[in-house]
Nanobody, 121 residues
Framework: QVQLVESGGGLVQPGGSLRLSCAAS????????MGWYRQAPGKQRELVAV???????NYADSVKGRFTISRDNAKNTVYLQMNSLKPEDTAVYYC???????????????WGQGTQVTVSS
């Protein structure tokens, strides 16, 4: 099985920064895309940013220029650097990874447990 463990969430003032990490572990042959999503209370989960195994990135319009996604393929880890945070960025942030596991016949999408980010003064 594959596990994704997020860390780095917390409480930050508007204008501040946080860095989220998500480490994948388990019986993995290859990881394709990795991404970050978020879900605010009463809202649907939405894409924040995604990065391919080759390093191509895509961002939600609401975070462009403020957030940066990156990954360390040697560590099977994806990061989300969040700068100039706004109260509307408050949400539970989830990472996911598209993984081809040993013994499987196709890629499968795995999710982390989520980490809370609260932006408030």
């Amino acid at each position: 099985q594959v596990q994704l463990v997020e860390s780095g969430g917390g409480l930050v003032q508007p204008g501040g920064s946080l860095r989220l990490s998500c480490a994948a572990s388990g019986s993995m042959f290859k990881i394709n895309a990795m991404g970050w999503y978020r879900q605010a209370p009463g809202k649907q989960r939405e894409l924040v940013a995604v990065i391919t195994s080759g390093g191509s990135t895509n961002y939600a319009d609401s975070v462009k220029g403020r957030f940066t996604i990156s990954r360390d393929n040697a560590k099977n880890t994806v990061y989300l650097q969040m700068n100039s945070l706004k109260p509307e960025d408050t949400a539970v942030y989830y990472c996911n990874a598209d993984v081809f596991s040993y013994g499987s016949s196709s890629y499968a999408l795995y999710w982390g447990q989520g980490t809370q980010v609260t932006v408030s003064s």
